[in-house]
């Protein structure tokens, strides 16, 4: 590991730093979250973005196949040969020309970063072949988190390669949806059910790691946010090196947004790029809190010199008023997001906006994704019912380049897809009108049609 790496502090006026080689998710000194900072006048840093080309022939290397660690220069915090891989990152940036219409952007300026191709469906495994990579380095045995369902297949599933690390995953009543449970129980994974929602599954997670010295692998984690960095990366990769305009991700924990920010806010200072992407942050109406701390409550980063007394009142506020989150996009359905603060910087660094959109705008945006030929789990579909809301109200043009992040496969949650397509009113009642879907206007629903070849041949044929 290299001696040019360190953890710090992301408040400015603290700006504590420790080793690599300690396990912390919060400054010890004041609290705040910790970044993965570099030395980068000490380090081999690429002259150029497109150096990074000369990796693609090295596909007989493990950690250069990986989507995330053929970017080690730009994340250097472990050795490359140390490096935790099962294949991550082979992602794709697609020009949906159908997408692009439905969200009133010109043809060719929509593209979908699919994460859902990740070796667990989501895009956490860049993220988590950082964490297993930094646990794997201080001798981890345990990896510890609280989920929604990604997080949870994701570390189960590279405890489950690694041999060497038992996953323990803490979940929510009902809080899950069974496409991602099944994979953290194929996976071998030791799955505990807690009475409450993500957050006091969170609260718990934290408290017990910490008593039990077990690795905690959420997104305070700050080696975890270096893996998801590289999604970015990939995206400049896809576009010949070229900066969109806008990128456009789901707003959950906040983990992609605030590692987005970083990833862009690097690049620049390196010279590697020479502007940053307007950012856009797209909350659920169910789990809105960023979109009111940014819009309401007008909570900015500024500097680092963040009205935290104000966070706090609002998540007191919160409290006494019992307000849960609640949305059908499950992998967004948080109350509490740990990474607020960074995400916060991100918006800062990247002149970002926070809206958001009805559980009924998701699906009809993911009924348009899916139509185009990539199936999403629904809080992926938040970037889209979020760049149409944008494109509406002239912030986005037209003529601008916008990438929208699709962060989990659609059979992660295929429950929700098949409510909205199946034409059946009870599943309707049962799965979508509790979050306020009153229409499936993009429904295909299948037909029914007798055992009789004639009766068959008619209905194909309309």
Same mark, same amino acid.
């Given at each position: 590991?290299?001696?040019?790496?360190?953890?710090?502090?992301?408040?400015?006026?603290?700006?504590?730093?420790?080793?690599?080689?300690?396990?912390?998710?919060?400054?010890?000194?004041?609290?705040?979250?910790?970044?993965?900072?570099?030395?980068?006048?000490?380090?081999?840093?690429?002259?150029?973005?497109?150096?990074?080309?000369?990796?693609?022939?090295?596909?007989?290397?493990?950690?250069?196949?990986?989507?995330?660690?053929?970017?080690?220069?730009?994340?250097?915090?472990?050795?490359?040969?140390?490096?935790?891989?099962?294949?991550?990152?082979?992602?794709?940036?697609?020009?949906?020309?159908?997408?692009?219409?439905?969200?009133?952007?010109?043809?060719?300026?929509?593209?979908?970063?699919?994460?859902?191709?990740?070796?667990?469906?989501?895009?956490?495994?860049?993220?988590?072949?950082?964490?297993?990579?930094?646990?794997?380095m201080v001798g981890a045995t345990r990896a510890a988190c609280a989920s929604t369902g990604n997080t949870s297949a994701s570390?189960?599933?590279?405890?489950?390669?690694?041999?060497?690390?038992?996953?323990?995953?803490?979940?929510?009543?009902?809080?899950?949806?069974?496409?991602?449970?099944?994979?953290?129980?194929?996976?071998?994974?030791?799955?505990?059910?807690?009475?409450?929602?993500?957050?006091?599954?969170?609260?718990?997670?934290?408290?017990?790691?910490?008593?039990?010295?077990?690795?905690?692998?959420?997104?305070?984690?700050?080696?975890?946010?270096?893996?998801?960095?590289?999604?970015?990366?990939?995206?400049?990769?896809?576009?010949?090196?070229?900066?969109?305009?806008?990128?456009?991700?789901?707003?959950?924990?906040?983990?992609?947004?605030?590692?987005?920010?970083?990833?862009?806010?690097?690049?620049?200072?390196?010279?590697?790029?020479?502007?940053?992407?307007?950012?856009?942050?797209?909350?659920?109406?169910?789990?809105?809190?960023?979109?009111?701390?940014?819009?309401?409550?007008?909570?900015?980063?500024? $500097?680092?010199?963040?009205?935290? +007394?104000?966070?706090? @009142?609002?998540? *007191?506020?919160?409290?006494? &008023? #019992?307000?849960? /989150?609640?949305?059908?996009?499950?992998?967004?359905?948080?109350?509490?997001?740990?990474?607020?603060?960074?995400?916060?910087?991100?918006?800062?660094?990247?002149?970002?906006?926070?809206?958001?959109?009805?559980?009924?705008?998701?699906?009809?945006?993911?009924?348009?994704?899916?139509?185009?030929?990539? $199936?999403?789990?629904?809080?992926? +579909?938040?970037?889209? @019912?979020?760049? *149409?809301?944008?494109?509406? &109200? #002239?912030?986005? /043009?037209?003529?601008?380049?916008?990438?929208?992040?699709?962060?989990?496969?659609?059979?992660?949650?295929?429950?929700?897809?098949?409510?909205?397509?199946?034409?059946?009113?009870?599943?309707?009642?049962?799965?979508?009108?509790?979050?306020?879907?009153t229409t499936c206007a993009f429904a295909n629903n299948p037909i029914k049609v007798e055992n009789d070849v004639d009766d068959?041949?008619?209905?194909?044929?309309?």
């Amino acid at each position: 590991m290299s001696d040019h790496v360190c953890q710090k502090c992301i408040d400015p006026n603290c700006g504590a730093t420790f080793s690599v080689d300690e396990v912390l998710t919060a400054c010890p000194k004041c609290g705040n979250l910790l970044d993965i900072s570099y030395e980068w006048d000490k380090l081999p840093v690429p002259k150029s973005l497109k150096e990074v080309e000369k990796y693609w022939a090295m596909r007989d290397v493990p950690q250069r196949f990986s989507g995330v660690w053929k970017f080690h220069d730009l994340l250097p915090f472990a050795d490359l040969e140390k490096c935790v891989t099962v294949g991550e990152g082979q992602t794709i940036l697609q020009n949906s020309r159908g997408v692009a219409k439905y969200t009133g952007m010109n043809e060719g300026n929509l593209f979908l970063q699919y994460e859902g191709m990740n070796p667990s469906g989501s895009f956490k495994d860049n993220g988590m072949c950082a964490a297993t990579t930094h646990a794997s380095m201080v001798g981890a045995t345990r990896a510890a988190c609280a989920s929604t369902g990604n997080t949870s297949a994701s570390l189960a599933l590279y405890c489950s390669c690694l041999h060497t690390m038992k996953a323990v995953i803490f979940i929510g009543d009902g809080k899950i949806a069974y496409g991602k449970l099944s994979q953290a129980l194929d996976y071998g994974a030791q799955t505990l059910q807690i009475h409450g929602d993500f957050d006091d599954a969170m609260a718990r997670v934290k408290e017990v790691s910490k008593k039990l010295g077990i690795y905690l692998v959420n997104s305070v984690n700050p080696f975890r946010l270096e893996g998801q960095k590289t999604i970015m990366f990939r995206v400049l990769e896809a576009l010949r090196w070229n900066v969109p305009d806008w990128i456009v991700v789901p707003g959950g924990n906040l983990g992609n947004s605030s590692s987005f920010g970083k990833a862009f806010h690097e690049l620049y200072e390196l010279g590697l790029i020479d502007r940053i992407p307007r950012l856009a942050v797209i909350n659920a109406a169910g789990a809105d809190t960023l979109f009111r701390v940014f819009n309401e409550e007008k909570i900015r980063w500024n $500097g680092g010199n963040t009205d935290r +007394a104000k966070i706090n @009142a609002f998540f *007191k506020q919160m409290n006494d &008023e #019992g307000r849960r /989150a609640n949305t059908i996009a499950s992998a967004i359905e948080i109350n509490r997001p740990v990474n607020l603060e960074k995400c916060l910087r991100a918006l800062e660094w990247c002149n970002g906006v926070v809206r958001k959109v009805s559980d009924q705008q998701i699906l009809d945006a993911k009924s348009q994704v899916g139509a185009c030929g990539f $199936g999403c789990e629904p809080a992926s +579909a938040a970037s889209v @019912a979020g760049t *149409k809301l944008l494109r509406e &109200e #002239g912030v986005i /043009a037209p003529t601008d380049r916008v990438v929208c992040i699709l962060t989990g496969h659609q059979l992660k949650d295929p429950t929700a897809t098949v409510a909205y397509h199946c034409g059946d009113p009870k599943k309707f009642d049962e799965v979508l009108r509790p979050h306020g879907v009153t229409t499936c206007a993009f429904a295909n629903n299948p037909i029914k049609v007798e055992n009789d070849v004639d009766d068959i041949v008619r209905a194909i044929e309309g």
